[in-house]
T-cell receptor, first 114, second 114 residues
């Protein structure tokens, strides 16, 4: 049983293209996140959604647009891809409303922009 | 916001020895401190966590200690095994408006030598 899943696992594309990464969680959690992990392994939060509502939006270019069709899904759309967008993107989820902060991560999507 | 520093960045130990990773945080309001293990090509996996009302927590070979006064917490792994080799991240939670989020340390690459 996959708790947090992401597709695709690998994504290779050219500069200027638009791409999407999908995330789904079957844990019944109310909050989902997108993180970016750079080449030095540093993990930084990008967005957080609680019950389909955006609650955290860090300093991220507006080329990145998250979309949450329901509380089990949080997709990330990236417009006009740049070389610097190359990284591993992780989706995560947690059950914040109960005061539990444990975050569970997906397997990651390695994005390579050429 | 929160700032989390993690040391060392790399750590090599002989199989059977202990490993200790240390983190400091800046926000005295932080009350939740998880540790994640990330194996190559995988997402971070929660291995142990501690809340601010507890000084120490143990789960088999791993333990975490928290010193709220000094604002630092540590991960201890005893009787290390080759499968413990991975990147370990500490994190601290803090409030961002109505939301809570995690700030991660920069990671420690642990290598257990057989």
């Amino acid at each position: 049983d996959t708790a947090v899943s992401q597709t695709p696992k690998y994504l290779v594309t050219q500069m200027g293209n638009d791409k999407s990464i999908k995330c789904e969680q079957n844990l019944g959690h109310d909050t989902m996140y997108w993180y970016k992990q750079d080449s030095k392994k540093f993990l930084k939060i990008m967005f957080s959604y609680n019950n389909k509502e955006l609650i955290i939006n860090e300093t991220v270019p507006n080329r990145f647009s998250p979309k949450s069709p329901d509380k089990a899904h949080l997709n990330l759309h990236i417009n006009s891809l740049e070389l610097g967008d190359s990284a591993v993107y992780f989706c995560a989820s947690s059950q914040v409303w109960q005061g539990a902060y444990e975050q569970y991560f997906g397997p990651g999507t390695r994005l390579t922009v050429t | 916001g929160e700032n989390v520093e993690q040391h060392p960045s790399t750590l090599s130990v002989q199989e059977g020895d202990s490993a200790v990773i240390k983190c400091t945080y800046s926000d005295s309001a932080s009350n939740y401190f998880p540790w994640y293990k990330q194996e190559l090509g995988k997402g971070p996996q929660l291995i142990i966590d501690i809340r601010s009302n507890v000084g120490e927590k143990k789960d088999q070979r791993i333990a975490v200690t928290l010193n709220k006064t000094a604002k630092h917490f540590s991960l201890h792994i005893t009787e290390t095994q080759p499968e413990d080799s991975a990147v370990y991240f500490c994190a601290a939670s803090f409030s961002s408006g109505s939301a809570r989020q995690l700030t991660f340390g920069s990671g420690t690459q642990l290598t257990v030598l057989p």
